[in-house]
């Protein structure tokens, strides 16, 4: 079993900065692939961000390419997200996720979720 939990999120104006943490713990050595959601009440959680265990390797969808970066820190089993140049659309609930497959930006292939934090940007 893997256990993760947020922090970090808050509010901020647009074209501002905002920093999410995620602690992992538990078989954390199973996880291969973890990754960012974002979610609004009544629609489909969407993957933002995911980065390889293996190789650190990065990947972004396009609505925060550039703006957003994934990061993580092995030795003490953490996950970041900044997000920089945030827009008002950014506003949403972020969840962290872990996946035991080689792939995880699809809420279907996610195995482990955080317990979500609230990121709110005004304009």
């Known amino acids: 079993q893997v256990q993760l939990v947020e922090s970090g999120g808050g509010s901020a104006q647009a074209g501002g900065s905002l920093r999410l943490s995620c602690a992992a713990s538990?078989?954390?050595?199973?996880?291969?692939?973890m990754g960012w959601f974002r979610q609004t009440p009544g629609k489909e959680r969407e993957g933002v961000a995911r980065?390889?265990?293996?190789?650190?390797?990065?990947y972004y969808v396009d609505s925060v390419k550039g703006r957003f970066t994934i990061s993580r820190d092995k030795a003490k089993n953490m996950v970041y997200l900044q997000m920089d140049s945030l827009k008002p659309e950014d506003t949403d609930t972020y969840y962290c996720?872990?996946?035991?497959?080689?792939?995880?930006?699809?809420?279907?292939?996610?195995?482990?979720w955080g317990q979500g934090t609230q990121v709110t940007v005004s304009s």
């Open positions: 538990g078989y954390t050595r199973s996880i291969n692939c």
């Open positions: 980065i390889y265990t293996n190789d650190d390797s990065t």
């Open positions: 996720a872990a996946s035991l497959w080689a792939s995880c930006l699809q809420a279907s292939r996610v195995h482990y």
